[in-house]
């Protein structure tokens, strides 16, 4: 262990009687000064006190555990110093030397240092054994809490001379650290002074110059009020029945202004709302265009159904005599499966192909018949044909799916009606195409009959 780098006062000056200096054992050489080198100790089965520790631990625990100011007002009541002229250094000397002395003195101290530090000794007193000690005052060293848990480490039961020697050198060197620190802060302060100072005299400079111009704008804007108030003025005298003349001209033109700027304003309201009312018109007359060509898109298909329904019905009263019936020619020798539709209409498209020659196979898509048999009844056929607004879309999604697999042609209908089929069967027919393609314009006028 090293020596403090001063000595300190000589027992001698502490006013003890000689009772109590022989009461504790006051040794003629400084015990702060000289390294004691005790041989390990059992764990003690109490906390040590300030004075049954060895003398040169006293001063770095009294320095580094309690404040100058603290110690100004205990040690003056056990010794013959004067509490405001004495220094730091004679109040840190004595205070070491109470200590040493253990009377009353280091009594007063331990005390003060229990007090203050009491919630460390809790905290410390978990600590079994000397490893557990050392954890806490690394984790101590860890957080900056050094005084606590070093007067907590000092007199623990378990403090050996190993453990106080680890933490005094802990301490030890965190004080150089502590040292190069502050030297450091130091030259960055002066540093920091000397920019500072550099600073402010820049500032003085700028604001000097800042009044400087201040004035001068001052008495620029003074300068130029009096111009104007000579020149109005002047133009008073010069002209007073033509100023009286330009105020009421200026105050017509104003109401004027104002006025147009109101009619500005409602006609810019008029016109914003008849924008919008173009607007809302537009977008109403798209719509009804679009619905107007869905309409018309939808006549033209109710209409070539109709056309082709209509041959279908002249070819079958014509077949009663042996005519033929050219309508139904696309599905003569043909197998046709039709998915979905209803009842009464499946029954007479059967009856239409089969008396045409062909073969129609309804599957109502999975209402009665079961949908395990629409994938194998679609492999044989020749066309398949399936009404969109009467069928689900699980069997659609079937049989489009097993159709072009098979490569097998598929029709959608645009109704279960029986003249959707029957139209579709005349566009698949090469002859119907081209005289669907010639008919002529219908004589019904959409807009007036």
Known sequence: MHTPPFRLAQPSRLKLS???????????????????????????????????LDAHLHCSIIGTCLTTHELRKLVPKFT?????????????????????????????????????????????????????????????????????????????????????????????????LVGAANRADIRRLVALEEE????????????????????????????????????????????????????????????????ADQRVALHTSRREAAEQRVQQEQEAALTLRKRHDHALELLKLVQSECDALERATVDAAGATHGARRASLDSVQGKRIVYVGGRPNSNAALKRLVENAGGELLVHDGGVEDRKGLLAAALPGADIVVFPVDCVDHDSMNTLKRVCE?????????????????????ARLHPEHVAQLEQAPAPAFCLRHG
């Open 196 to 259: 500072n100072a550099a600073l402010k005299e820049k500032i003085e400079r700028q604001q000097s110059r800042l009044h400087e111009l201040s004035v001068q704008r001052d008495a620029s804007i003074a300068a130029l009020h009096e111009q104007i108030a000579q020149l109005s003025a002047h133009a008073a005298r010069q002209f007073p029945a033509d100023a009286a003349g330009l105020a009421a001209e200026t105050q017509r033109l104003r109401e004027r202004l104002d006025d």
């Open 18 to 52: 000689g009772d109590d200096r022989a009461g504790t054992g006051l040794r003629a050489a400084d015990a702060c000064c000289t390294p004691a080198k005790a041989p390990p100790q059992p764990a003690a089965a109490r906390r040590s006190r300030l004075s049954e």
């Open 405 to 425: 697999r098979h490569q097998i042609d598929y029709h959608p209908l645009r109704t279960a009606s029986v003249a959707s089929f029957v139209e579709l069967m």
């Open 80 to 176: 013959s110093l004067d509490r405001r002229d004495a220094s730091d250094l004679d109040i840190h000397h004595y205070a070491v030397e109470l200590a040493t002395a253990g009377g009353a003195g280091a009594k007063a101290l331990n005390k003060l240092l229990d007090e203050h530090y009491a919630g460390a000794l809790r905290r410390f007193d978990d600590a079994a054994d000397d490893v557990e000690l050392l954890k806490l005052w690394d984790e101590a060293l860890k957080s900056g809490d050094i005084p606590p848990a070093y007067w907590a480490v000092m007199t623990h039961r378990h403090a050996t001379l190993p453990v106080r020697q680890k933490a005094f050198g802990d301490l030890h060197m965190l004080s150089h």
